[in-house]
């Protein structure tokens, strides 16, 4: 008969437990606070953080760098900077953005607006590398005199482009998406501003042309980016937002359509 192995007196068993006394003094409700070591590590990170999209933006208005480059890295920056804010601890330290830079030392006016609007330039200002979707939207030019029937003439189809089409279906399902949200609702910023980010993002793909409630996205975009990551929306907020939203779908369709 062969005996069974005796199991090593450090290896776990199934009939291992926790002493309640390792449990007694923890307070699971209790907000983590940060050693001084990490906080101001975190600190300094956001200090860096804003020197150094001060620096970008400076180099994006020179043309010192492509507006992908520029895209990607704002996004970045910015997300890195959400990221530090999120913890309780170094968010109360920080205080505000104008309080942190008195305290620091340092203006960066170039960052503090691109940190209040939460959005890189080329996606709060687009620029005309859209596809053009709309007879309006196409460069003017000469045509041959000839005539043609009545009948033969009509508006360019966007589905005749694959590559405009697709992004048209894209924009179209992130609105959709993003009222859908509201619907179930997701009221809370960090539910909301990354949906919406996409909507404007893919929005700015179609075309760069102003139409009726574009202006309202990007109020919104910077209204959530000033709230805390948990931080929810009112039923009144949600209401409005939700009103505002369907008007700028409409009107988005209509420069497209």
């Given at each position: 008969m062969y005996s069974t192995p005796r199991q090593p007196p450090y290896a776990p068993t199934p009939y291992?437990?926790?002493?309640?006394?390792?449990?007694?003094?923890?307070?699971l409700d209790e907000a983590v606070v940060l050693p001084a070591s990490d906080l101001n590590e975190s600190l300094a990170e956001i200090y860096s953080i804003i020197i150094t999209l001060d620096g970008l933006e400076k180099a994006y208005?020179?043309?010192?760098?492509?507006?992908?480059?520029?895209?990607?890295?704002?996004?970045?920056?910015?997300?890195?900077?959400?990221?530090?804010l999120s913890d309780?601890?170094?968010?109360?330290?920080?205080?505000?953005?104008?309080?942190?830079?008195?305290?620091?030392?340092?203006?960066?006016?170039?960052?503090?607006?691109?940190?209040?609007?939460?959005?890189?330039?080329?996606i709060s200002h687009p620029t005309s590398t859209a596809v053009p979707s709309h007879p309006s939207s196409m460069p003017y030019s000469p045509q041959p005199t000839t005539s043609?029937?009545?009948?033969?003439?009509?508006?360019?189809?966007?589905?005749?482009?694959?590559?405009?089409?697709?992004?048209?279906?894209?924009?179209?399902?992130?609105?959709?998406?993003?009222?859908?949200?509201?619907?179930?609702?997701?009221?809370?910023k960090d539910q909301l501003h990354p949906l919406l980010s996409e909507v404007i993002q893919s929005v700015n793909k179609v075309t760069d042309r102003d139409f009726e409630g574009r202006g309202k996205i990007i109020?919104?975009?910077?209204?959530?980016?000033?709230?805390?990551?948990?931080?929810?929306?009112?039923?009144?907020?949600?209401?409005?937002?939700?009103?505002?939203?369907?008007?700028?779908?409409?009107?988005?369709?209509s420069v497209v359509v």
């Open positions: 291992s437990y926790t002493p309640t006394s390792l449990l007694a003094n923890i307070n208005i020179k043309d010192s760098i492509t507006e992908a480059a520029y895209t990607e890295t704002c996004n970045r920056l910015l997300k890195q900077y959400a990221s530090n309780d601890s170094v968010f109360r330290e920080f205080g505000d953005l104008e309080t942190f830079k008195r305290n620091w030392n340092i203006e960066c006016p170039r960052a503090t607006e691109r940190l209040r609007l939460g959005l890189p330039a080329t043609f029937p009545t009948n033969s003439l009509q508006k360019p189809n966007p589905s005749s482009n694959p590559s405009s089409g697709s992004l048209i279906l894209l924009a179209t399902e992130n609105f959709i998406t993003f009222l859908d949200a509201l619907k179930l609702g997701l009221l809370s109020s919104w975009l910077i209204r959530l980016n000033g709230m805390r990551a948990q931080e929810e929306l009112g039923e009144g907020e949600a209401r409005e937002l939700m009103f505002e939203m369907e008007g700028a779908y409409g009107g988005f369709k």
